[in-house]
């Protein structure tokens, strides 16, 4: 079994420039004030838009990311309707095979409730887990050796099993998204997830999002 951290990454966003340009002209349109563009007065004009709650705007530029994270965590991303997704199969993936070195990978449960892992307490939790863990595995290739399709042998995998998922929002759907999963009302490795540094400090331009293009989710408080 191996015990792995979650990760976010955009794949291919478009330039920067290009998405500003793009949701400038757009916006532009509704005003007629397209003798009013410049180099750079995009990141401006789309900062009023946002303050006036002008948020259809956004909705010209998709991004795409890929998230690693447990199956717990992609369930509740994949509640989001408007937006498109791809998922790992634990139909057709069957983990016994070289291509998965033959065991299950997990997402860590300590890094994402933050244990202490020299408190006792924490310890014997994480201890628990891992032990459920393994049983898990287990109990899976096991029924794999008796017969079973990954299909069947699925069903005793636990809640923190890996999966990769890629997830196209446009930015209007994005905010939407970083609002509810970065906040603390969310699940804790919701927000790991969502939010990869959030540990390290509530820093918006340490996320993948915000560091392709700040002027999109500045105003955020999360
Ligand atoms: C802290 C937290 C706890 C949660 N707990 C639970 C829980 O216990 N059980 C549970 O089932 N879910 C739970 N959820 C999931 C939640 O109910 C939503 O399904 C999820 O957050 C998706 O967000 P959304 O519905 O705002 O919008 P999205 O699907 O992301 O859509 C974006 C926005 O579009 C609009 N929209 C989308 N579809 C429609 C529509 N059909 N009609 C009108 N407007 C629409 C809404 O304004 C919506 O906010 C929880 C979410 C959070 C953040």
Redesign the pocket.
């Given at each position: 079994m191996k015990i792995i951290e979650p990760i976010v990454e955009l794949i291919n966003p478009p330039p920067y420039e290009t998405a500003l340009k793009t949701i400038e002209i757009a916006g532009r349109t509704c005003y007629q004030s397209g003798d009013k563009m410049t180099d750079g007065s995009a990141e401006d004009f789309i900062r009023r838009i946002v303050e006036r709650g002008h948020e259809s705007v956004l909705e010209h530029i998709g991004l795409t990311a890929r998230f690693i994270c447990d199956r717990g965590v992609s369930h509740?991303i994949v509640?989001?309707?408007?937006?498109a997704y791809s998922q790992e199969s634990t139909r057709y993936c069957n983990y016994s095979m070289d291509r998965f070195d033959g065991e299950i990978t997990v997402i860590d449960l300590a890094s994402g409730f933050k244990y202490d892992l020299n408190n006792p307490r924490d310890l014997a939790k994480y201890q628990e887990w891992m032990a459920a863990m393994d049983d898990a595995e287990r109990h899976y290739m096991r029924m794999l050796e008796l017969g079973a399709t990954a299909e069947e042998a699925r069903s005793v995998l636990p809640s923190s099993l890996k999966t990769a998922v890629i997830v196209t929002?446009d930015i209007?759907?994005w905010r939407?998204?970083l609002r509810?999963?970065c906040?603390k009302?969310?699940?804790p490795q919701?927000q790991q997830a969502a939010h990869p540094q959030m540990q390290q400090a509530a820093n918006l331009a340490k996320n993948p999002l915000t560091q392709w293009g700040p002027v999109f989710f500045e105003d955020l408080e999360v």
């Open positions: 509740e509640r989001h309707r408007i937006g929002y209007r759907e939407h998204f509810l999963r906040d009302a969310a699940h919701m």
